[in-house]
T-cell receptor, first 115, second 113 residues
Framework: AQSVTQPDIHITVSEGASLELRCNYS??????LFWYVQSPGQGLQLLLK??????LVQGIKGFEAEFKRSQSSFNLRKPSVHWSDAAEYFC?????????????FGTGTRLTIIP | DAGVTQSPTHLIKTRGQQVTLRCSPK?????VSWYQQALGQGPQFIFQ???????QRGNFPDRFSGHQFPNYSSELNVNALLLGDSALYLC????????????FGEGSWLTVV
């Protein structure tokens, strides 16, 4: 079965600084990969996704992620964070299954932004 | 275009009671999945419905059941509620073909006392 590891429980970054959130997955082939963001008390908003093709994926709000097959990683990056980026970030894996995909989530990384 | 909508937003139930949560998928979506997110955890897959049938199920007891209606909306039912069922219940929808984006609703907060 697939699994996702987000090794950083909590990250604090200064506003304007760069950000990288780590995500490692376990699966025998190439899965579908997602990053979602969750503000307090809210649902999940999709930031970006990787299905196939170009390994560098651009998302909303200035985020990008790079799929590295050799490292089984899908790290999320942003060159300059804004105070509004403070939230919980979840990496998720979906096993391609002809439209039957279910997502396996990591435990999340809480991002705090300091002025 | 409305996204995934869920109701109710918040509810409080007593141990042993039953609860029904509702979900309307995003327009054009025919596949609905339910996830449970305990406090401080990532969402966990409960089950998925397509064409009014449960297509796959996660590691949840039979107390958790669901239904999908002809208009693709869905219900999640939980019987004999336990304190540990307190969580945010998220509904997700997509088009039932591989490689499509999965969209989530805002969730229903269930507190069991």
């Amino acid at each position: 079965a697939q699994s996702v590891t987000q090794p950083d429980i909590h990250i604090t970054v200064s506003e304007g600084a760069s950000l990288e959130l780590r995500c490692n997955y376990s699966y025998g082939a190439t899965p579908y990969l997602f990053w979602y963001v969750q503000s307090p008390g809210q649902g999940l908003q999709l930031l970006l996704k990787y299905f196939s093709g170009d390994t560098l994926v651009q998302g909303i709000k200035g985020f990008e992620a790079e799929f590295k097959r050799s490292q089984s990683s899908f790290n999320l990056r942003k060159p300059s964070v804004h105070w509004s980026d403070a939230a919980e970030y979840f990496c998720a894996v979906g096993v391609p299954n002809f439209g039957n995909e279910k997502l396996t989530f990591g435990t999340g990384t809480r991002l705090t932004i300091i002025p | 275009d409305a996204g995934v909508t869920q109701s109710p937003t918040h509810l409080i139930k007593t141990r042993g009671q039953q609860v029904t949560l509702r979900c309307s998928p995003k327009s054009g979506h025919d596949t609905v999945s339910w996830y449970q997110q305990a406090l401080g955890q990532g969402p966990q897959f409960i089950f998925q419905y397509y064409e009014e049938e449960e297509r796959q199920r996660g590691n949840f007891p039979d107390r958790f059941s669901g239904h999908q209606f002809p208009n693709y909306s869905s219900e999640l039912n939980v019987n004999a509620l336990l304190l540990g069922d307190s969580a945010l219940y998220l509904c997700a929808s997509t088009v039932g073909r591989s490689g499509n984006t999965i969209y989530f609703g805002e969730g229903s907060w269930l507190t069991v006392v």
